[in-house]
């Protein structure tokens, strides 16, 4: 394969590498796919003629740019991955010379072909969790109200109204505490069952009344997604009153679990 640089989709075993690429019917957006062995391992790129555009604020600050290229590369790795175990590489990968990539790889093999087992079968799922701060705090109200309505009711009119006000004050005060064990125990019933479980970044919030609140990446059985969506249905079903929401996606690559290689290629800036 000739050309000025090259472009990593995905690296994958040695052992996959022909038998999973036979037969791909995909575009050539960023030249033609290509599936090679590369110290040891199977590396499906592109070539690339023009580095330079890459690093050109034009066409990387331009979503008619980006986008086509950004979906093309999710495409590519997903059809490896449906095949075999990889490792997805970020979009933007690139290489200046096929030498430049074997030896990164001759660097990693070892905690690459540990990333292949511990992923072979495994399909990465995100899960976010957002709140209604308002909706939660009239729900937890309405349980404390319940739970102390023998009390309120043996109180004369006046000391109930500042009985309650207290407790008003007090849910209020609980709703962070109260949250976070909500997310916290999500956290813990998945980590227990799941392959693997990586915190990611809250995402912004839009909306006062979707507070972001928890941002995971789970590793689940691809075979098994179904029981993971269910386990999902039901704790949003059982929080929905309290204004809190359940979102995911997926079954994915597993971006979010790769082991950290050095910097050795070369990304869009």
Not at 139 to 158: H, T, V, Y
Request: glycine share 8%; net charge negative.
């Amino acid at each position: 394969m000739n050309g000025a640089g090259v472009y990593l989709y995905c690296l994958t075993p040695a052992s996959h590498i022909d038998r999973a690429w036979a037969g791909g019917d995909l575009p050539t957006l960023l030249g033609p796919v290509c599936g090679e062995i590369l110290g040891g391992l199977g590396a499906v790129v592109s070539p690339v003629m023009d580095l330079a555009e890459w690093n050109d604020d034009t066409h990387l600050n331009s979503p008619d740019w980006v986008t086509p290229r950004a979906l093309h590369h999710a495409r590519v790795v997903e059809h490896m991955w449906h095949q075999a175990p990889v490792y997805p590489a970020g979009f933007g990968t690139l290489f200046t010379s096929r030498d430049s990539l074997k030896k990164l790889i001759d660097r990693h093999k070892s905690a690459l072909e540990d990333f292949f087992d511990a992923t072979a079968g495994m399909a990465e799922w995100g899960i976010k969790v957002f709140f209604d701060p308002q909706r939660a705090e009239e729900r937890w109200m309405e349980e404390r109200l319940q739970q102390e309505a023998a009390m309120l009711a043996a109180l004369p009119a006046g000391r109930r109204y500042l009985a309650e006000q207290r407790l008003r004050r007090e849910c209020r005060g609980d709703l962070a505490a109260r949250l976070e064990a909500v997310c916290q125990r999500l956290a813990e019933q998945l980590t227990r069952q799941a392959g693997g479980f990586r915190a990611r970044p809250l995402p912004a919030a839009e909306d006062p009344a979707r507070r972001p609140l928890g941002h995971w990446a789970v590793l689940w059985s691809q075979r098994q997604g179904s029981v993971l969506e269910e386990f999902l249905e039901v704790e949003a079903a059982a929080h929905a009153a309290a204004g809190i929401e359940l979102q995911w996606s997926g079954p994915w690559p597993p971006y979010s679990f790769r082991p950290a290689l050095e910097a050795n290629a070369r990304s869009p800036s």
